[in-house]
């Protein structure tokens, strides 16, 4: 494409820095934020006043950010629990299952302490706490570690395994949760018992502890890829199981350790949002949603690249737009489903901005044409 | 038509001043050739010389940055391959680009604009059948492409561009995976089709005799540039070679004697299966030694890849055993192999000896990375181990840019010497080389043999699997022809003639024993 005396071409990058794929997903979001603005327009919205309305309830007001925050912790943690097996090339569309057996494990151990009985039951924080989060991480693990298994051993397709140990895991927290269930709630309204104040989860400035945890991940996986063997044996696998087994890497422990890691983390986003998130404290009748919910760490995961400090950033505008926009659809009195729209365009444009990870565009002044100096011939 | 007006001797395809850039790359600089009716003429160089880039121009695939391609005397500019079909140009790839599932016939008429969408396979199967008895093709039309041995395949190739009306034909190193006597038939078919007065093309890199054989006149391209063109008569494979690298070549790697010690690989009556379920590995029973180069000659897929699979421990074996300085390694895992002194050149050097996205530090890690000299408490040594890349680079002369930059940039033969350097370094006591010179230039195979004598010299044992009749002659202490999964025999290298070896390799079994 000629634009006046330049020419306008595209050209295959040979090696793309961080900071290069940064700036290409903020101009991403920036451009979706600028196509969405149409559909703001045609709803009668003045697009800055929508976005105003979005990102200060998201990120600034007093009820919107814990909130923001709380999800953020969620979605982060479904990112790394599907960024580990994708490092390894395999799918982990299991988070749902694995958090909602995280929570189911983190609550039986709460019942076996005598939670269910009294609202008022005082029990050992120091002790209790901790043994829900480990049973958290162990439940979510071991429901990971069956796709994990079956790929290893059997070459097993880890989607579908994944996605039907969701289903299964669906109803048995349902079974388990609703009327005549081990863990029914004492309203009979089909919440799972309340956890009694005791062994609320302790909060830092309103926030649950859980984001220390997710951040420390953050740290700990990235060092996890970058520095050790295991995490070079991951890659070396993701990239090529052929090679992998060459260089004698095991083509059964790899798929079951990631699945067990991704099962695990995922297994502590279930402990995070159902015993240590201010208001609920409970396995909420529904939890269906927070399933739904995990599956934007796929979006999130794919996004960063599998890269857990890009997940950050990530992790942070979906879980501050899930927010927001459901906050301005009502303010705005926006027609229904416009937040899921926003989020909708804003996955489209940053995967094909990807585009941009493996070309760039390149302006070259055209040379004149070779007409105008050929003088012999 | 202009076609039916072409004489012997006509320039049917001309290329001027064609030059291609890629980032960091010039590939095609200014390059000049023509091709005649009737005539062989084969583009000799090294890989990374430019000849595949000036293939694809040449098919459409890629578009010049500079020069013209003129066509029986009128400009032309291919935007496809399917431009370069239409006007007569047909492409035999060196990987086959064929449905294994179909018939032979099903595939020459894949895309053919006459087959339209109700097949007549009667109409096409007698014309083809006349273009086979033409040129003295022999195929069954009926058969799997699957079923079919590799000369096979390529003849279905080149049938699938002459029944499109190919005039030029272009075939991308099309002996590399064919056996001496299939060898021998398409050579003499691609005779009978010049007398047609078709032109044909064949891009050559290391088998210099067939070139000398077959063309009439030969371009040798390097680094890019034509650096000889010349009239096959007035060639030999010395001079060749020397256009080619730009220096004084060796060709036979110097045999070397050195005393046989302890047998290193024994293997006894091992069997096993292949991908589909096959036996592919009939009850083989070996040793290799010390000191000893322990060749295996044979046509691919006749056993010798599974065979190298299981004793690098990356398949299982049905039955046999397999022992390491006497001790049984049968059903040991490839990380145990590894440690204990195996050390596996694979023949897929891209898909399993290297990882494409991973620098060359971390493709040096694929064997590093259960050493404890390298990794401490589960830390990779990153920075030991760059060091280690960097002194490797420099020692078999890979030519990269640094240790970071990725495998994927790095041409055939030098990632070939990537791969070597990081197995050697190994110091293993056994080294398996599956197919180690395949598809490289002289130069790279020159030093790949002479780096695979090295090992014998330090009194390691080296099974070699090779499909190059003079380099298993040339490097083995004893070789064993290998055909259907079974050995026709084990010889002594000093016995070994070219002719017995070859009509074992094709399955005959010699009659020494009734002597």
Redesign the interface.
């Known amino acids: 494409m000629k634009i006046g005396s330049y020419e306008v071409k595209l050209?295959?990058r040979?090696t793309l820095r961080g900071w290069e794929a940064a700036t290409i997903s903020i101009l991403a979001v920036l451009f979706a934020l600028l196509v969405f603005s149409y559909i703001f327009i045609r709803a009668g919205v003045d697009p800055l006043t929508g976005y105003k309305a979005i990102f200060s309830y998201a990120f600034t007001s007093s009820f919107g950010l814990p909130l923001t925050i709380n999800r953020f912790v969620f979605l982060l943690l479904c990112t790394y629990a599907f960024i580990i097996p994708m490092r390894a090339g395999l799918w982990n569309i299991g988070m749902a299952g694995q958090l909602y057996t995280g929570a189911l494990s983190a609550f039986a151990v709460a019942y076996a302490f005598g939670a269910k009985t009294s609202q008022t039951a005082v029990l050992s924080a120091g002790i209790v706490i901790p043994l829900m989060i480990g049973a958290s991480i162990l439940g979510g693990a071991a429901v990971g570690a069956i796709a994990g298994f079956l790929r290893g051993r059997f070459n097993t397709n880890e989607i579908v395994v994944t996605m039907m140990l969701n289903f299964i895991t669906y109803w048995v927290v349902a079974r388990l949760i609703k009327e005549g269930g081990l863990f029914m709630g004492a309203s009979g309204e089909g919440d799972g018992f309340k956890l009694p104040e005791s062994i609320y989860a302790p909060l830092i400035k309103g926030v649950p502890f859980t984001i220390f945890i997710a951040l420390g991940l953050a740290v700990l996986l990235y060092f996890l890829f970058a520095?050790?063997?295991?995490g070079?044996?991951i890659?070396?696998y993701g990239?090529?199981p052929?090679?992998a087994?060459?260089?004698?890497?095991?083509p059964f422990k790899i798929p079951l350790l990631v699945f067990i890691m991704g099962g695990l983390i995922a297994g502590l986003a279930g402990y995070h949002y159902f015993a240590a998130v201010p208001g609920l404290y409970r396995i909420t009748k529904n939890y269906g949603e927070f399933g739904d919910l995990a599956f934007y760490g796929i979006i999130c995961g794919l996004i960063s690249q599998g890269e857990p400090l890009a997940a950050i950033p990530i992790a942070l505008l979906f879980g501050g737009l899930t927010n927001g926009g459901r906050f301005a659809q009502g303010k705005l009195k926006l027609g229904f489903g416009i937040d899921y729209a926003l989020l909708g365009v804003l996955m489209i444009t940053l995967v094909a901005f990807q585009f941009f990870y493996r070309y760039k565009i390149v302006w070259v002044k055209t040379k004149k044409e070779s007409s105008d100096v050929g003088i012999h011939g | 038509m202009l076609l039916e007006s072409v004489k012997h001797g006509d320039t049917v395809l001309e290329a001027r001043g064609i030059t291609k850039r890629f980032?960091?790359v010039l590939a095609n600089d200014q390059i000049d050739f023509e091709i005649k009716a009737g005539e062989i003429h084969a583009i000799l160089g090294e890989n990374g010389a430019g000849k595949t880039t000036l293939m694809n121009i040449l098919f459409g695939l890629y578009q010049p940055d500079e020069g013209e391609l003129y066509l029986y005397g009128k400009k032309v500019n291919f935007r496809s391959p399917l431009d370069a079909i239409h006007q007569g140009i047909g492409m035999v790839h060196q990987n086959r680009k064929l449905i294994p599932a179909h018939t032979v016939i099903e595939n020459i008429i894949l895309g053919h604009p006459k087959a339209g969408t109700i097949l007549n396979l009667k109409r096409a199967g007698k014309e083809i059948t006349e273009l086979c008895d033409k040129y003295g093709f022999k195929i069954d039309l009926k058969a799997k492409v699957w079923q079919l041995s590799e000369g096979e395949k390529q003849v279905v190739e080149i049938l699938k561009a002459l029944y499109r009306g190919a005039k030029i034909l272009i075939l991308d190193e099309p002996t590399s995976a064919l056996a001496p006597p299939e060898t021998k038939r398409l050579l003499e078919s691609i005779r009978i089709m010049t007398r047609d007065e078709l032109a044909i093309v064949p891009f050559i890199t290391h088998k210099l005799p067939i070139v000398l054989e077959v063309s009439e006149r030969v371009t040798v391209l390097r680094r890019g540039k034509v650096s000889a063109r010349l009239a096959t008569k007035a060639a030999t494979e010395k001079s060749l070679a020397r256009e080619m690298v730009g220096r004084d070549v060796v060709f036979r790697t110097e045999h070397v004697e050195v005393e046989r010690g302890n047998p290193i690989l024994q293997v006894e009556n091992l069997s096993a299966l292949n991908d589909k379920g096959v036996p592919a590995l009939k009850s083989v029973s070996f040793s290799v030694q010390e000191g000893e180069v322990f060749g295996i000659a044979g046509v691919s897929g006749n056993g010798q890849q599974v065979l190298a699979e299981v004793l690098?421990g990356?398949r299982k074996p049905q039955r046999g055993r397999v022992l390491l300085d006497g001790i049984e390694i049968t059903h040991t895992?490839?990380?145990e192999?590894?440690l204990k002194g195996t050390g596996?050149i694979?023949s897929?050097r891209v898909?399993?000896?290297?990882?494409?996205?991973?620098s060359l530090v971390?493709n040096i890690?694929?064997?590093y990375?259960?050493d404890n000299r390298f990794?401490k408490g589960?830390?990779?040594d990153?920075k030991g181990l760059r060091k280690l890349t960097e002194g490797m680079i420099s020692e078999y002369e890979v030519a990269a840019p640094g240790p970071d930059t990725t495998a994927r940039?790095l041409s055939g033969g030098n990632l070939q010497k990537l791969i070597l350097a990081r197995v050697l370094s190994r110091k293993p006591r056994l080294l398996i080389a599956n197919l180690p010179t395949q598809g490289l230039d002289v130069g790279a195979t020159e030093f790949v043999q002479k780096k695979i004598m090295e090992v014998k010299k330090e009194k390691a044992g080296v099974l070699l699997i090779s499909e190059d009749l003079d380099e298993v002659l040339s490097l083995s202490d004893r070789v064993a022809p290998m055909y259907e999964g079974e050995f026709m025999g084990i010889i002594p290298g000093g016995e070994a003639r070219r002719e017995m070896v070859g009509a074992m390799m094709a399955g005959l079994k010699p009659k020494v024993e009734a002597i």
């Open positions: 050209e295959k040979v520095k050790t063997k295991i070079y044996q890659k070396a990239l090529s052929a090679a087994k060459y260089a004698g890497i095991s | 980032p960091g690098a990356l895992s490839s990380l192999r590894w596996y694979p897929e898909d399993v000896g290297s990882i494409a996205a991973f971390e890690i694929m064997n990375h259960f990794s589960g830390i990779v990153y940039s």
